[in-house]
């Protein structure tokens, strides 16, 4: 695709709930990077991976939180037993590989936990 | 831990006039890089402008500029002859060289473009 495409746009769940948000990266990005974006805040890092493996996790709040990127190219951020104060922006960003590279950003998954 | 710090959470300027939004940041590091991404509504991300540290020369792009000061960790972005099209958020962010090479943003500045 032109660009990274993440999918739904917008997702409103109940608390307690499971979700799946999806990120389709640029064709060829061997980095990918996910972020969220609290309402007020700047993007803050959750998981980096570089092909199919998460070589930084740091980022994400707790073991509510998983990502898989299981054939290198699209993945999917999950979150289990979701609560009100996970309701942010979630982006997600691909880069060619490490290095000088930019990192080029999908328009984000709105998610709001009633 | 890396920081950025944006300190205008809000800016206006007149239409062609200019202004220069704030940034600093707190690093050990020697090599990293700065960037500046707007965002409008739609959510998106977009670059505006990259500052490797190692380089000396401010970056310029058309209308976008950096004063990088590597000693003060400060790196303001000065935007010439505003358009409507400029007004959204503006976030700071830094990159560490190495690692994951993951973003550490500010929390962003809302510039308003004033017809």
């Known amino acids: 695709g032109a660009g990274v495409s993440q999918t739904p746009s917008n997702k409103v769940t109940e608390k307690g709930k499971y979700v799946e948000l999806r990120c389709d990266p640029i064709?060829?990005?061997?980095?990918l990077y996910w972020y969220r974006q609290s309402l007020g805040q700047g993007p803050e890092f959750l998981i980096y991976f570089q092909g199919t493996g998460a070589a930084d996790d740091s980022g994400l709040p707790n073991d509510r939180f998983f990502a898989v990127r299981p054939e290198g190219s699209v993945s999917t951020l999950k979150i289990q037993r979701t609560e009100r104060g996970d309701s942010a922006v979630y982006l997600c960003?691909?880069?060619?590989?490490?290095?000088?590279?930019?990192?080029?950003f999908g328009a984000g998954t709105r998610l709001s936990v009633l | 831990a890396q920081t950025v710090t944006q300190s205008q959470p809000e800016m206006s300027v007149q239409e062609a006039e200019t202004v220069t939004l704030s940034c600093t940041y707190d690093?050990?590091?020697?090599?990293?890089?700065l960037f500046w991404y707007k965002q409008p509504p739609s959510r998106q991300m977009i670059l505006v402008i990259r500052?490797?540290?190692?380089?000396?020369q401010n970056a310029t792009e058309n209308r976008f500029s950096v004063n990088f000061q590597k000693a003060a960790k400060s790196f303001s972005l000065k935007i010439s002859d505003s358009q409507l099209g400029d007004a959204a958020m503006y976030f700071c962010?830094?990159?560490?060289?190495?690692?994951?090479?993951?973003?550490?943003f500010g929390k962003g500045t809302k510039l308003t473009v004033n017809p």
């Open positions: 500052q490797e540290a190692y380089k000396q």
């Open positions: 962010a830094y990159r560490r060289q190495g690692g994951s090479e993951k973003l550490v």
């Open positions: 690093t050990s590091e020697s090599d990293y890089y």
């Open positions: 064709s060829g990005h061997t980095a």
């Open positions: 960003a691909s880069s060619p590989d490490r290095g000088k590279n930019i990192q080029y």
